[in-house]
């Protein structure tokens, strides 16, 4: 009986033996896991970036390539028009955008209630008035017909271009926004005929003069330096601009994103642009 009984008690320690064995083996298993994790590996983290068109998009590829090498995978999503990116990024669909100045995200955020926040002048998308009938504005006639964009932020910039050239004369504003409204009576005989931003190019063949920003003005094989009667001065407010939310504008990634966006890389396809289409805003 006691030679049964030592039996019995050898087997259960063995048994003992062996499961405080394999729990041993499951701990150093799952410290390893742990290690592997918090080693200074970095894991991949990753932003979605809306942009329209060219050059907004080839600046954001830019910057895509160049966080690459930092683990950051920088997600393009392409839209259609201009007001896209900012419903996108109002809904949290995408962490940036790259496709306006910052008086039309201010126009939008006061219009939408939303919490756009611009981040990082990018370039000068430099706008022209340009003409097919006419080498300088000296030739338009008196009762010229000028297109321009029929948003507010982008009226009140090609008025401000025109006024810079003297072609028109402003009253003061305390609005911000200056409107056909406040163009000085009798300060010139033009007209002026609206339409969405995408539409411009098709008013050229139609009117005396259009004002377009160079993305579109290329479309047409026309450019700022080249073909444009007046362009816009440095000194204004319209650069194209990096904008996040309010709720991520000081996040590590939109930062890192806003470097990669400054980086010489960037300089210098922007300063390739042919005809100064893109002036370096950083």
Known sequence: MKKWL???MVALVSVLVACGGNNDNENVEESSDDNSNNNGETTQQTIKVAAVESPMLDVVEIAKENLAEDNIEVEIVEMGDYIQPNEALANEEVDANFSQHVPFMNQYNQNSEATLADIQPIYFANFGLYAKDYESVEEFPEDATIGMANDPSNIDRSLRLLASHDLIELNETDGGHYGIED????????????????ALTRLYEDVDGVIINPTHAGNLDLTPADDALITEKEDNNFAITLVAREDNADSELIQQLAD??????????????EGEAAIPAF
């Open 260 to 273: 990669a966006m400054t980086s010489e890389d960037v300089r210098e396809f922007l300063e390739s642009r």
């Open 183 to 198: 163009i000085v009576e009798d300060s010139h005989n033009y007209s002026f005929e609206q339409a969405g931003i995408a």
């Open 6 to 8: 030592m039996i019995i």
